[in-house]
Nanobody
Framework: QVQLVELGGGLVQAGGSLGLSCAASGRTFSIYNMAWFRQAPGKEREFVAGISWHGLSTFYADSVKGRFTISRDNAKRTVYLQMTSLKPEDTAVYYC????????????????WGQGTQVTGSS
């Protein structure tokens, strides 16, 4: 129902910043909760940050709280993830996700996924 494309991955020195964006297709973007997940080599895909459909509620994993910021622009059908103070342990493929439920913190809450973009925090 929603197609998602992530942009903005790259290689950044530890302590640096990087912004990701996720462009969504479809008119119903504004009613979907959105989130970012990441998957590091050898690890499960984990929740990073989520934002409610109206953008008024956000939720962050403890590992990124205070460093990452999720936001959205429904008019542009885009969700963003601004990452600061990057650490080597932030290295992963980052995925954008869309869901229509009341919760937005687990993989099961999201039915649409982007292709992923690599983020590397070098030491």
């Amino acid at each position: 129902q929603v197609q998602l494309v992530e942009l903005g991955g790259g290689l950044v020195q530890a302590g640096g910043s990087l912004g990701l964006s996720c462009a969504a297709s479809g008119r119903t973007f504004s009613i979907y909760n959105m989130a970012w997940f990441r998957q590091a080599p050898g690890k499960e895909r984990e929740f990073v940050a989520g934002i409610s459909w109206h953008g008024l509620s956000t939720f962050y994993a403890d590992s990124v709280k205070g460093r990452f910021t999720i936001s959205r622009d429904n008019a542009k059908r885009t969700v963003y993830l601004q990452m600061t103070s990057l650490k080597p342990e932030d290295t992963a493929v980052y995925y954008c996700a869309a869901g229509s439920g009341t919760s937005y913190r687990t993989r099961d809450d999201f039915g649409s996924w982007g292709q992923g973009t690599q983020v590397t925090g070098s030491s």
